[in-house]
């Protein structure tokens, strides 16, 4: 059978993105929501068909545990958040799916994993571009040398933002600016292209341009990551300008995605031409293949583990940006 997934906070991505794509999923469905804003609950009621007793506010929610309709909670609040609501879903002996960024600190990782390991509960991370073609392309491509040895790695992603009062904007709540949500993705894309992970790092904050909606967060940085092999990989966030590229210049050529990050169409090219992989429901794919290794009792393809790593990464970027020194990443 499908397992029953609770959505915690009933946000822009849970109800844009989220929802729809469960209508759709093979593995899991929608059994229940989790929210602070009762007025939105005969919306979801009529439109997902959820029962009462499958419907809980952030003060019953620890009662989930008596459910046995929810199998899976899949917290989609403000990043700081993240961790509180991974270990109460734990507690409540439940499988977990987190958003990115996982956390906003180490530590709070290692808590996450701790309580999935207590409760014998699986955890996974919401990202779901290593369940997508064009991304898993570009992680064949490049981990297997189908072009050689990757000489120059890029990666960049940025929308200018809008409401100046959201919660993105906000250090306490989203622990930085778009190095927390959207370079998470350049992070992602330069470790699966490469296979690598970084082993030091240097890093400059942008001018800040927009100065009255950047009052707590960078409004945009670049980083060089070092690799263990001595390539540089190059990352670029912002908030303030639209960028959205994942390009690995090898020695026999070069291939690339231009947009790389969105929900919808992605276009890669590589040597051979254009790449042509169907578009897919990303999130569908991703929820149905964290579905079945829960069901399956086999690793996550996006671990909690994973998670931990690209926050460590996020964080020694940071530290390099604010110390202006090069960071060893251990
Ligand atoms: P959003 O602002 O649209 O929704 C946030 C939800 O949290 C709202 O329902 C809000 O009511 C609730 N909330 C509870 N406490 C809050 C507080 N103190 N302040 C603000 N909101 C509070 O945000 P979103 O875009 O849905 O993002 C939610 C999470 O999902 C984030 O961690 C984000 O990084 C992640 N996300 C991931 C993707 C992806 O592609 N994987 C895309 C978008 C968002």
């Not at 959820?50 to 008596?66: A, E, M, R, V, W």
Request: some cysteine; overall charge positive.
């Amino acid at each position: 059978g499908k397992l029953g997934i609770a959505l915690v906070g009933l946000g822009g991505y849970a109800s844009g993105q989220l929802a729809p794509a469960l209508q759709q999923t093979e593995h899991c469905y929608l059994a229940g929501i989790v929210t602070g804003t009762p007025s939105k609950i005969p919306v979801w009621k009529e439109k997902y068909n959820i029962p009462d007793k499958n419907i809980y506010s952030y003060d019953n929610f620890d009662s989930i545990k008596d459910n046995p309709d929810i199998d899976i909670i899949y917290v989609v609040l403000p990043n700081s958040m993240h961790a509180e609501y991974t270990i109460r879903g734990f507690t409540a002996g439940k499988h977990v799916i987190c958003e990115k960024p996982m956390a906003l600190t180490v530590a709070d990782c290692d808590k996450m994993i701790a309580a999935a390991k207590k409760a014998g509960k699986q955890l996974s991370i919401g990202y779901r571009l290593n369940f997508e073609p064009f991304n898993l392309e570009m992680a064949r491509l490049g981990t297997n040398k189908v072009y050689g040895d990757i000489k120059k790695l890029t990666a960049g992603f940025g929308f200018l933002i809008g409401d100046p009062t959201q919660w993105r904007l906000k250090k306490d709540l989203a622990g930085g600016g778009p190095m927390q949500d959207l370079g998470i993705y350049c992070v992602q894309g330069i470790c699966y292209t490469s296979g690598m992970v970084p082993v030091a790092v240097t890093a400059q904050e942008g001018p800040k341009t927009i100065p009255d909606k950047f009052t707590e967060v960078e409004q945009s940085l670049k980083w060089q990551f070092e690799m263990p092999n001595g390539l540089i990989a190059e990352g670029e966030a912002s908030y303030g300008s639209p960028m959205n590229f994942l390009r690995a210049e090898a020695e026999k050529g070069t291939f690339e995605l231009s947009p790389a990050y969105n929900y919808g169409r992605l276009r890669g090219k590589s040597p051979e031409g254009e790449m042509k992989f169907e578009n897919i429901n990303q999130q569908a794919k991703q929820m149905d293949g964290i579905a079945l290794s829960m069901k399956n009792n086999q690793p996550s393809i996006v671990p909690g583990e994973m998670g931990r790593r690209d926050v460590k990464l996020i964080t020694a970027v940071y530290e390099a940006m604010a110390s202006g020194k090069k960071v060893k990443i251990k």
